[in-house]
Every structure is written in structure tokens, then in C-alpha cells.
């Protein structure tokens, strides 16, 4: 973490608007009355602001509340509607301040709470300073005013004293969630972004005034918030050990402070000018006693610099967030002070978050690839279009000082499949879910802005051409090109860019022969441990992918699963070997078993080493090859469970047109209990070649149920996963499997189902149909190898057989189990043959590839001492 300049109150007194000149409002005027996008932007935000530009300053100052009320990041986690009954986890209660002032509402009854007049309450309970003070408040005001009869049974349900509503069980925190999401972050820190920005792009004082007041009021109680001690997640103080923060728990409010920062340090040169303000504020200082007399505006520059910006530098573990949310914070705090003698500090900084946030091929190494791992690109767009505004130079030196941010943009484009999947490596995504937009970077058009912050201070469509202009790719042209739904009207949606008509007539000439975006090809990410190949189809539609480590030694180590050597397959326009997703988090926390389900080994299409999760570790990749009619990828990671070999090898072979299987083959040795999970889409599971029959369920912890099985299953069985649209992706004729082959010798097969919800605030749950191969042995020392052969596919396979060959040295002595030979013969007659040696050998048990030449079977003619061949005969 970034340290906080020293001697903090020494510093001088902030004179200007250190990113937001007003040559920007300037450039904003001349814009809106240039282009038309321009013109309907600028509307957009001025109508946003008009809520609270209407109200009077006395009303705006009285939006913030004091921190003796408690706040709480859920009604209830993992509650219901009291009325109705029916369930309402997490986020999912409806809150609209400006419809429902001071009530939070039920989105299947419709019924609103608290059912109590609260604002009234609370009005009631204010000391001479403006704070509720719940001992001063009138507690007759406590009572459901649809059943205010004193005799009425119902006069007490749905009451909320701001400590939540308790039915004798249960508790909601109806006013606690109100504050932080409807007072709080929409009214208040809403209000204060969208006046700044209204003022920012217009220069009418009276938007800056407004902001002022509403800035200066937070100043006034921002040091007396703790989250920590007085907020709640998960109905619980202090949930993970301590979730610090102010108003919000610390996640969010290393957002709230960066909007405030942004806000005051574009209304500042107005606001320094305006003796209204001074007027007003010092009116309500001596009203209500506050400490500051406001008499002047340097008193209330200290008051808003002291009490929030320097206060946050000084407790920086007050924003401690998903990296560089909070460095990213404590950088703008010193710029917005003090900017520009303190340039070369600041520089300094950046270039250290940039680092950082760029070490783990081009990322922070942080997992959730949809969602944590796309913090950091997006943070950093938003940061360094900032400072790119004032210093032209700025994002050129700083490409060549950091090579790696060149590779932070091409992450997520590089691991997007066909335009419409993502693997969900770490806490991210939903089951069997697509993504069909861009994750790292948060384009937005019109009056839609990105999740950050509501005040449009920065355009992605800008920042991506400058990369564009310091580096020539054409990758970024044609990422904001697809983003714009392939349309030049509305770029850059930038009311600050310089030269808009330079940045279309850029994109257009980059984008003439090139619309679409480059081939991508088979990639492998060495450092986050993501190694994907793919089809050869001109739109790259299909993949198989592995991610080939759990716990990393490198980078941030954060929302990681237990999942190395997770396999994953992407064809026929859907996810066929499918994360779970994002955990579910909804049953009341990250403690649960549903929440620590999703993070098991278990629940991944992986081996299970004796039923325990994986330790952890990097893997490397051992295998990469590239060849006529394949692709092949081989990982290992040992250190998984400290065994002797832990080793997948997937190769992913052409048939015709878009048609491929992929043979997989996982070899392990250590422990003595391996089980190999696969599971597929939505679908229907059918068998051959097995006699099922019930089974006990394989327990440790995971949630899954109705085991059968069929003890010693001959190698050659198979299953056939009808899959179920259920998203309803594909046209309504389609039909899709996804067939399975086992190869494995000595071992059990299982059919089983797997417990998944639709996503991390949803309530519906599936089970999912699973197939469960597995070997134990008494031995210490079990060494298994799994071989199956996948194969998605319409209604007809355009395979006829698969099955095994014998390897064996040229002398006759037979190769161990461990060395892999399979022939795939397809529908029009042409045979695959495929031979996977084990490479690593680490028992010694088999001849060595380097002394000996392997012969398959007769028929086939091959002999090799190569350890991998892929060789396809006529038929």
C-alpha cells in the first residue's frame, strides 16, 4: 500500500482544480454545441443533476445523516419478505429513495418497510448538532401506521427503530440497508457526483454551489463513521475479521471517497468564489454548533480537505479494497491536494500501482477472471485517462517505463471465446452463463455509466485511443468499434475529448480492411496459469481450456479456487464442461456450505486426491503443440497434493468443419482415493455399457446426491449428455450432446448429481447430472490414469469407434498403463491415432522413451520414441 504523505496538515493550501481545469468545462461547451452525441450527452447529465438542483440548500445539507445510526449491506442475507414469505437474499429488496423516501420494498408483494413513519422518528431524535440521538427520539412514533390502532395485533409488525425489525426470530434491517444504499450512496453520494458533473460540463455556479454544500456536510461527520464497529454484513459487526470503512464497509468506500475526491476537485475554483456558500455554511455552523465556524471559504477548504482527504490518507485501512482500488484512492487524494508540486511523488506512485497491477501477465494474479481480475484494468483506464488529459506525453513514457500494461488490455480479449464465453476461473460468472461484452474495460454510451462512479470524468473510448495512438495496435480501435455496436455515431461519448473527429476518423481508417478483430489463436498465460486452445473456424467459436493452478505463489491471492488442472469446452455455441460460478454466497455468507461448495475440487472437472481439496501451488505447462489437425496442451502440478505426479493432458483434434473431440487424459500418483469429476450443461444423462446400481454418496462435504454406480466398469463405457437450452442461446431446432467415452482401466464408474444455483443472488437451484470416475487402493502409493475421449456434437456422432491400443517396445515388453495409445475411428472411416506418453514417469515403472521405440498394434504401422504423436490414416 501506497504511503500517506507525512506532516499532512503542513501542506499547502490547495489553489486550483488539479484535474479538472476549466479548459475541460470549455472543451465540454464546445463539444455539446459541435456534435449532436455531445449535445444528448450533456443533457443526460444535466437531467440526472436536476433532482437535486431543485432542492433548497437547507435540504441538501440535511440528506446526511450522523454515524449513530447503523447501516447494513443486507436487509437480511439470506431472508424473506415477512409478508409474503417468499424469498429475498442479498441485494435483491428494491430501493428507490426519490418513489419511497426512507423504505426499502419487497419485489414480489410490493409491500414497502419499515411499515413505521422513520424519517419522522428520526427527525424527532436530532440533537443541536443535526445527529440522531436515538435516546432523544420519540419512541410513540414506533408503531405500523396501516394498523395504528393501539388494540390492533399488527401495530408492532414491520417496526424498524433503525436496529431492525424483530419478529421474535428473526431480525431485517429495513432503515440500516435504506441508509447505506438509498441514503447514502444514491441521494448523497449521487447528488454530490452528478451536481459536480453538471457544473464540470457547463460552468453554471450554481451546480457547484449546490455540490458544495452537500461536500461540506460530509466533511462535517465523515471522521465519525467506522464501519467496523458500527455496520453490518451479513448481520454480523466486523464480518471477515474486521470489515473496516466509513459510511459503507471499506469495499465501497474506497469508491465513495474517490467520487468525493473527483467532485471536489471539480468544483473547487467555483465553490472558492462563491460567498453564498460561505454565507449559508457559516448560517448552519452557528445554527447547530459545529466546531467550524465556516466564516470564510479556506475554512471550509480545511474542513472538506481535513476531514475526508487527509483523514483517509492517515487511515488508509479504512478503504482497503481489491487492489488498486485503494492505492488508486490515496494517489488521487494527494493529486487532488497539491497537484503539481507534488508531480513527482504522484508519478511515482502511479508507476508503482501500475506495476503492481500489471505483474500477473498484465493483471494483479487476482481470480474471478470476469469479475475480480477485471478490477485492476478497469481501475487503471479510469486513473490514467485522468492524468492523460493534462500531459499528453504522459501514457507514451509510461507504456515505455511499464512494457506489461501492453498485455493488460489483451488479457480479456485473448481468453474470450467466440465472442460469447469466458472461463469462470475463480469467483466469477454463473452456471453455464455467456458473456458477450468486453470485461476489462467499462465502455458506456449516453446517460449509462460505469460502476464506479456516476460522474462521467472518464471516457474508455478515449483511453483506448490513446493506447492506440502510443502503440499502433488496431486491437483497441476495434474493441471500442465492437463495444459501439459496430457503429462510428455517439464515439467517444467524451464531453472532455479533444478531437473527436480525429478519434473517429482514427478508428475509421484502423478499423477499413480490419473490422473485426484479429484471429487469436491458442494462447497460454504462463503466469495466471490459462492455457486455451482453439478451434480453426474462421470465428474461433469452440475451445477447450485448463486452468492449471489453485493457490498461487505470485501476485494478489485472492477469490481463488481449489481448481488446478479444471477442464473446461466450448462448443456448439454453448458452455459444455461448465463452471459453477461465482459462490453461493446467498445462504447467509462465505461460511456456508452452499458458499464453500462452489470453491471445493470437488465441484471442478478435476481429480479429487483422498476426498481433500487442493493445497495449492502454481503448474506449468510441459506440452504445447500445433499441428495439422490438433492442438495439444499438457500441465502439471504435483505440489496440488504434495504426490508424485498430478499431470492432464488435453488435445483437441479437428473432424470436419466446426467438429472436434478432445482427448483427455489426467495421470496421478500419490494417495490412494482418486476420483475424476465431469460434469456438462443442463442436460439429460444416459449410459452404456454400465450396470448401475445405488451407491453410498461420496461425501466429504460436497453437495451432491444420488451415487450409482458400477464397480470395476469395463473400459470403452460411455455417456451421452443431451443437452437442455435452457437460456434458451441456440434456435429452437437445435440439438446438442456433448459424448462422453471412458477409457480408464480399473476403475469405478458413478453417475451422480450436482448441486448449483443460477447465479450468487438467486434462490433457484439445479442439480446437474455428473459422472464420477474413480479408483482406490489400499496402497499408499495408488497411480492412476484417466483417459476419455469427449466429443460434442448434433444429433449424429461423426464418430464410429474408439477404444485403446497396446504400446509395447519393439522387443515385445509391454509399456505400464500410464502411457496412453488411443485410435478413433471416424464415421467416414478415417482413423486417429493418438499416443500420449508418460513423460514424467515418475515411479520408473515403464522402459524409457529415450532407449526404446514404441510399436502400437500392427495394424497401424507406427513406431515413434517421441512422447506425443497424432498421426490420421486414410481410410
Known amino acids: 500500500m501506497l504511503l500517506a504523505a507525512s506532516a499532512l496538515s503542513m501542506q499547502a493550501a490547495k489553489q486550483a482544480s488539479a484535474?479538472?481545469?476549466?479548459?475541460?468545462?470549455?472543451?465540454?461547451?464546445?463539444?455539446?454545441?459541435?456534435?449532436?452525441?455531445?449535445?444528448?450527452?450533456r443533457t443526460a447529465i444535466l437531467n440526472r443533476a436536476d433532482y437535486w438542483a431543485k432542492m433548497s440548500d437547507e435540504q441538501l445539507w440535511d440528506m446526511m445523516f450522523g454515524a449513530t445510526l447503523l447501516r447494513s449491506h443486507h436487509v437480511w442475507s439470506s431472508g424473506y419478505c415477512p409478508v409474503c414469505r417468499k424469498p429475498v437474499p442479498m441485494y435483491d429488496w428494491k430501493i428507490d429513495p426519490v418513489q419511497h423516501p426512507w423504505k426499502v420494498q419487497c419485489p414480489h408483494c410490493r409491500q414497502l418497510f419499515p411499515k413505521n413513519d422513520f424519517h419522522k422518528f428520526y427527525r424527532s431524535g436530532l440533537d443541536e448538532h443535526g445527529i440522531f440521538q436515538p435516546d432523544r427520539a420519540d419512541r410513540s412514533l414506533l408503531y405500523n401506521v396501516e394498523h395504528s390502532s393501539p388494540s390492533d395485533p399488527l401495530r408492532r409488525v414491520g417496526v424498524d427503530d433503525g436496529t431492525g425489525y424483530y419478529d421474535g426470530q428473526h431480525r431485517w434491517y429495513f432503515v440500516g440497508t435504506y441508509l447505506q444504499y438509498g441514503q447514502f450512496e444514491n441521494l448523497v453520494m449521487n447528488g454530490i457526483a452528478n451536481l459536480a458533473a453538471a457544473y464540470s460540463i457547463t460552468g453554471e455556479k450554481q451546480y457547484a454551489h449546490k455540490a458544495a454544500v452537500m461536500l461540506d456536510r460530509v466533511a462535517d461527520v465523515w471522521p465519525t463513521f467506522d464501519?467496523?464497529?458500527?455496520?453490518?454484513?451479513?448481520?454480523?459487526?466486523?464480518?471477515?475479521?474486521?470489515?473496516?470503512?466509513?459510511?459503507?464497509?471499506?469495499?465501497?468506500?474506497?469508491?465513495?471517497?474517490?467520487?468525493?475526491m473527483i467532485a471536489y476537485d471539480q468544483v473547487f475554483e467555483a465553490a472558492r468564489e462563491d460567498q453564498e456558500l460561505v454565507r449559508f455554511l457559516s448560517s448552519q455552523a452557528r445554527r447547530y454548533r459545529l466546531d467550524n465556524s465556516k466564516a470564510s471559504f479556506a475554512d471550509i477548504q480545511r474542513n472538506i480537505e481535513d476531514r475526508i482527504l487527509r483523514h483517509v490518507l492517515a487511515h488508509p485501512e479504512k478503504i482497503r479494497t481489491n487492489y488498486p482500488g485503494t492505492d488508486g484512492a490515496l494517489a488521487l487524494a494527494k493529486t487532488v491536494l497539491d497537484w503539481p508540486a507534488n508531480r513527482e511523488e504522484v508519478l511515482k506512485d502511479i508507476g508503482t500501482i501500475v506495476d503492481r497491477s500489471t505483474m500477473v501477465d498484465?493483471?494483479?494474479?487476482?481470480?474471478?477472471?470476469?469479475?475480480?481480475?477485471?478490477?485492476?484494468?478497469?481501475?487503471?483506464g479510469q486513473l490514467l485517462e485522468q492524468w492523460s488529459r493534462s500531459d499528453p506525453a504522459f501514457l507514451s513514457d509510461l507504456l515505455k517505463r511499464h512494457p506489461k500494461l501492453r498485455?493488460?488490455?489483451?488479457?480479456?480479449?485473448?481468453?474470450?471465446?467466440?465472442?460469447?464465453?469466458?472461463?469462470?476461473?475463480?469467483?466469477?460468472?454463473?452456471?453455464?452463463?455467456?458473456?458477450?461484452?468486453?470485461?476489462?474495460?467499462?465502455?458506456?454510451?449516453?446517460?449509462?455509466?460505469?460502476?464506479?462512479e456516476t460522474n462521467p470524468a472518464t471516457s474508455m473510448y478515449s483511453f483506448f485511443w490513446r493506447l492506440y495512438r502510443a502503440t499502433g495496435d488496431r486491437l483497441y480501435m476495434q474493441l471500442m468499434l465492437r463495444a459501439n455496436g459496430g457503429k462510428l455515431d455517439g464515439m467517444p461519448y467524451d464531453l472532455y475529448a479533444e478531437d473527436p473527429g480525429q478519434l473517429v476518423r482514427d478508428v475509421r481508417r484502423a478499423t477499413a480492411r480490419h473490422e473485426a478483430p484479429p484471429r487469436i489463436g491458442n494462447v497460454d498465460k504462463k503466469q495466471w496459469h490459462l492455457a486455451i486452445l482453439r478451434s480453426t473456424d474462421p470465428a474461433e467459436s469452440s475451445a477447450v481450456w485448463?486452468?492449471?493452478?489453485?493457490?498461487?505463489?505470485?501476485?494478489?491471492?485472492?477469490?481463488?479456487?481449489?481448481?488446478?488442472?479444471n477442464l473446461g469446452l466450448v462448443a456448439k455455441g454453448l458452455d459444455l464442461l461448465p463452471e459453477l460460478g461465482y459462490p453461493a454466497v446467498q445462504f447467509g455468507d462465505w461460511h456456508t456450505p452452499q458458499a464453500r461448495w462452489h470453491l471445493m475440487?470437488?465441484?471442478?472437472?478435476?481429480?479429487?486426491?483422498?476426498?481433500?481439496?487442493?493445497?495449492?501451488?502454481?503448474?506449468?505447462?510441459?506440452?504445447?503443440?500445433?499441428?495439422k489437425n490438433y492442438r495439444a496442451m499438457r500441465a502439471s502440478s504435483a505440489n496440488q497434493y504434495n504426490v508424485r505426479q498430478y499431470e492432464r493432458t488435453a488435445v483437441m483434434v479437428d473432424i470436419a468443419n466446426d467438429d472436434f473431440y478432445v482427448l483427455d487424459v489426467f495421470r496421478v500418483v500419490g494417495g490412494n482415493d482418486h476420483a475424476k469429476f465431469t460434469r456438462s450443461n443442463f442436460s439429460q444423462l444416459t449410459t452404456g455399457g454400465l450396470r448401475l446400481e445405488p451407491a453410498p454418496d461420496y461425501s466429504h462435504k460436497t453437495l451432491m446426491r444420488n451415487f450409482r454406480v458400477h464397480r470395476g466398469a469395463p473400459s470403452g463405457w460411455t455417456a451421452d449428455f443431451k443437452i437442455e437450452d435452457r437460456y434458451k442461446y441456440l434456435a429452437p431446432s437445435a440439438e446438442v450432446h456433448l459424448r462422453y467415452t471412458d477409457l480408464t482401466t480399473g476403475a469405478d464408474a458413478y453417475t451422480a448429481e450436482t448441486w448449483t444455483v443460477r447465479n450468487a443472488t438467486s434462490t433457484e437451484q439445479f442439480w446437474i447430472p455428473t459422472l464420477v470416475t474413480r479408483r482406490q487402493s489400499k496402497d499408499a502409493l495408488l497411480a492412476s490414469t484417466f483417459v476419455?475421449?469427449?466429443?460434442?456434437?448434433?444429433?449424429?456422432?461423426?464418430?464410429?469407434?474408439?477404444?485403446r491400443l497396446k504400446l509395447e517396445t519393439e522387443q515385445g515388453a509391454a509399456y505400464g498403463d500410464a502411457n496412453v495409445a488411443v485410435e478413433v475411428t471416424l464415421a467416414d472411416g478415417r482413423r486417429d491415432v493418438l499416443i500420449l506418453a508418460d513423460a514424467e514417469n515418475p515411479?520408473?515403472?515403464?522402459?524409457?522413451?529415450?532407449?526404446?521405440?514404441?510399436?502400437?498394434?500392427?495394424?497401424?504401422?507406427?513406431?515413434?520414441?517421441?512422447d506425443f504423436v497424432f498421426k490420421r490414416l486414410a481410410n
Request: aromatic residues 14%; positive net charge; glycine residues 12%.
Open 227 to 260: 464501519f467496523a464497529t458500527q455496520g453490518l454484513v451479513y448481520e454480523r459487526y466486523r464480518y471477515g475479521g474486521g470489515t473496516a470503512g466509513y459510511v459503507t464497509y471499506s469495499i465501497d468506500s474506497a469508491y465513495d471517497v474517490r467520487k468525493l
Open 601 to 627: 475440487t470437488a465441484a471442478h472437472n478435476t481429480v479429487v486426491v483422498d476426498g481433500k481439496d487442493q493445497i495449492g501451488g502454481e503448474g506449468k505447462t510441459t506440452l504445447w503443440l500445433e499441428g
Open 546 to 565: 485448463m486452468d492449471y493452478d489453485s493457490v498461487p505463489s505470485f501476485g494478489i491471492r485472492g477469490h481463488i479456487h481449489r481448481d488446478a488442472m
Open 788 to 803: 476419455a475421449v469427449l466429443e460434442p456434437c448434433g444429433k449424429q456422432s461423426r464418430i464410429r469407434g474408439i477404444r
Open 843 to 866: 515411479l520408473a515403472l515403464t522402459p524409457s522413451l529415450a532407449k526404446n521405440r514404441v510399436m502400437v498394434q500392427k495394424d497401424t504401422g507406427i513406431r515413434t520414441s517421441r
Open 407 to 452: 498485455e493488460t488490455y489483451r488479457f480479456h480479449y485473448d481468453t474470450w471465446i467466440g465472442f460469447q464465453y469466458y472461463p469462470y476461473s475463480g469467483d466469477c460468472g454463473a452456471f453455464a452463463i455467456r458473456t458477450t461484452d468486453y470485461v476489462a474495460a467499462d465502455f458506456h454510451e449516453g446517460d449509462t455509466y460505469n460502476k464506479f
Open 19 to 41: 484535474l479538472y481545469p476549466f479548459h475541460l468545462t470549455e472543451r465540454a461547451r464546445a463539444n455539446a454545441a459541435k456534435y449532436p452525441w455531445a449535445a444528448k450527452l
Open 362 to 380: 498484465g493483471l494483479t494474479g487476482e481470480k474471478g477472471l470476469t469479475g475480480y481480475a477485471t478490477i485492476a484494468p478497469r481501475y487503471l
